[in-house]
């Protein structure tokens, strides 16, 4: 379990596919003084199971499903990626709950810089759009934001100074890939109403809004 709020931004140091899964080394730093084999580790939002120990890297074995889910098989050595330890039990919860399954991907559709701030557009699949809602939480590379605007086939977060200064948001690019994970909350509570309903629909926003969410 994780928050979404990132602890440190670390770069790929390896790279090592084998028979259609991947086996990433990272470079943790301080980080993995506070790893062991078997903990659980979120890269860019994607929880994954540290396989060995050298000094600062860390190897991380990622299956086939969690590639075709995520942007992971798109890294190479020298890349740069968010790192979330996993949660604390008794710790504030100072971001959102975030469970590190990753449910797709979206594409960075625009950048409007302001000053030191930033709104950023991300273009994705309606399937994954509708999980969200306006003032909801996201995961986007691992890290918790608040989603501005739902529109068309877009949402837009607003980003402030140290997001950008501590994450890899900082250096996001039109046309990059991100990883994205909705709300565990919100989809729960979509599905329980979709039960509720007993018919073959998709549940959306406007759907939510005149059922009174």
Known sequence: ???GLIEQVCRITSVNRIAGAVELGIDL?????????GDSIAVSGVC???AGLGGNLVRFDVSGETLTKSNLGKLTAGSKV????AMKVGE???GHIVQGHV?????????DKRGEFADIRFEAERELLDQMVAKGSVAVEGISLTIATLEGNSFGVAIIPETL???TLGEAKT??????EADIITKTIKKQIEKILSQRQTLTEEKLKQLGF
């Open 92 to 94: 504030r919860l100072g």
């Open 165 to 167: 200064k501590n994450t």
């Open 1 to 3: 379990m994780f928050t």
């Open 29 to 37: 730093g301080k980080l993995a003084e506070e790893s062991k084999n």
């Open 175 to 180: 046309g990059d890939v991100v990883n994205i």
């Open 48 to 50: 994954l199971t540290v």
């Open 82 to 85: 968010n790192i979330e330890l």
């Open 103 to 111: 449910d797709g991907v979206a594409k960075i559709k625009s950048i």
